[in-house]
């Protein structure tokens, strides 16, 4: 668990941990890479943790290091066989642990990767929907890439459980890369291993819906999630024409995402500042997706305000 100036969250995470993992405790380490500016978030971690069956260890880094780095730290302290990332805002639900120990027993040896469903809710907890597989089965590596590259929200972080020599075969989280380091990992894990889906949810994964004028939805992440892209294509593991295809689909998801997000504010200028995302040359290039084509008209349709129609050509497409 990565952690910096959020003590409360942490707190509220952590008693959702001891609660999921009661009953196979003995079984669980927790490590807490901490780059918070005061000891807040390590009491609340002594506390929570003293005696914890399973053991944990936690570190105030000084400096603090940045996300990517904050990250590798909490797995680069662990030291069971199977490792999952869960941040501070998010949540195992009840009943996780055993949910993951028995996926985690009857995986494969050969198996690394194992995607549960979650529950996604808001900053207060509310449920808002499941994500879940229908039923459990192993994707080798060209369907497991084609699921993650079609699908902005096919894994969210928590959702993962990785094998340890897994994660460090990899390299860890790319610290180059920015905001969507997971990603690249998913790409690299995934396109190496396959990935084992468990129906069951295991976590619940926060949508911060009233941060929705700042976050990810940028220039620069586009960029990092092209660089992503790039680096499936040099795979040769699919043909490029594929993965140009899964990427147009991917970024035009995503990016209406994020105008969704603030539409439901009634941020319809944000909205509309998220949508030209859509005109940059590198997502333009892609073509249009076909997928996604009419769901993007009807939101060109819904950010028409008092400043007039969008001056791109989106709506040309």
Sequence with gaps: MPTR???ELLERALGSVVEAMAPVAGLVEVTVSDGSDDDSSGKV???????????????????????TGNMNRSVELASGEWVQQLDDDDLMLPGAGRLMVEAIRAAGA???VLVFGARIVDQHGTPRREQRF???????PRKALRRLLRNSSFVREPMVVVRRRALEREGLFDTGIGGPSDTDMWVRLFSRYGVRL?????????IHESAATTGMWNRATIRDLGEIFDRAVAQRLVPERSVRRWQADFLHQ?????????????RRADARAVLELL???EVRRLGPSLRWLPVQAAFNLATVGA????????SRQ
């Design 5 to 7: 100036n959020r003590a």
């Design 45 to 67: 971690t002594r506390r929570m943790l003293e005696g914890w069956p399973g053991g944990y260890r936690y570190v105030w880094n000084r400096p603090a290091l940045e996300l």
């Design 110 to 112: 050969g198996e690394m």
């Design 134 to 140: 229908r039923r459990g089965r192993y994707l080798e």
């Design 198 to 206: 468990v129906p069951g949810a295991s976590c619940a994964y926060t």
């Design 254 to 266: 995503f990016i209406l995402a994020g105008a969704w997000r603030r539409l439901r504010l009634r």
């Design 279 to 281: 005109d940059l040359p």
């Design 307 to 314: 400043q007039g129609t969008r001056s791109s050509q989106i």
